[in-house]
């Protein structure tokens, strides 16, 4: 029971901007929302997470709609290196004991 | 600085062959630690979590156990390898802002 929905495989040029939407239309309100990548053969790396307000670190930002039903994630420059497989979660930073990842979305950087 | 370590990293072995992969946290007392594994080509399965020594909790009925016989440690095994068990497994440490992962294991189930 992954409580997302995100596209299969979506393509990005290279320093263009990638937004990647994810739908989690049962969300909780105690449940953050969480992002994490996957390169090939490698274990999922953190991205960024957040409630309700946007977010914004060094790799990403994070939008959140008003009514907390779905969100993108922005790689604001995408590189060939951000080619991954990226897992939007929804979780409780406390209570919840695991994260259900789904098949998240294979993004492809093009040179 | 918290880490998490997994080995080893690649393992082939013969079907109804033993399992058994090792996980080690550090930085941290009574972490929330995790077992994933992910098939060829698809996400990851929770298999294990655990809160703490000795508390085990599966997630789906099948062929591999877990233990927890030190804080820091968490076992993944198999008395009897399947062809099915092939796979990516990961382990992973639970703060407060999402997981770390460690680097993973490649099973390959001959």
């Known amino acids: 029971d992954a409580k997302t929905t995100q596209p299969t495989s979506m393509d990005c040029a290279e320093g263009r901007a990638a937004n990647l939407p994810c739908n989690h239309s049962?969300?909780?309100?105690?449940?953050?929302v969480y992002w994490y990548r996957q390169i090939h053969s490698q274990g999922p790396q953190y991205i960024i997470h957040?409630?309700?307000n946007n977010e914004t670190n060094e790799m990403a930002s994070l939008i959140i709609t008003e009514d907390r039903k779905s969100s993108t994630l922005i790689l604001p420059h995408a590189t060939l290196r951000d080619t991954a497989v990226y897992y939007c979660i929804v979780s409780h930073p406390q209570t919840g004991n695991q994260f259900y990842f789904g098949t998240g979305t294979s993004l492809t950087v093009i040179p | 600085s918290q880490t998490i370590h997994q080995w080893p990293a690649t393992l082939v072995q013969p079907v109804g062959s033993p399992l058994s992969l090792e996980c080690t946290v550090e930085g941290t007392s009574n972490p929330n630690l995790y077992w994933y594994r992910q098939a060829a080509g698809r996400g990851l399965q929770l298999l294990f979590y655990s809160v703490g020594i000795g508390q085990i909790s599966s997630e789906v009925p099948q062929n591999l156990s877990a233990s927890r016989p030190q804080d820091r440690q968490f076992i993944l095994s198999s008395k009897k390898l399947l062809l099915s068990d092939s796979g990516f497994y990961l382990c992973?440490?639970?703060?407060?802002?999402?997981?770390?992962f460690g680097s993973g294991t490649r099973l390959t189930v001959v």
């Open positions: 992973a440490w639970k703060f407060a802002g999402g997981y770390t």
């Open positions: 957040g409630l309700k």
């Open positions: 049962t969300i909780s309100g105690n449940e953050y």
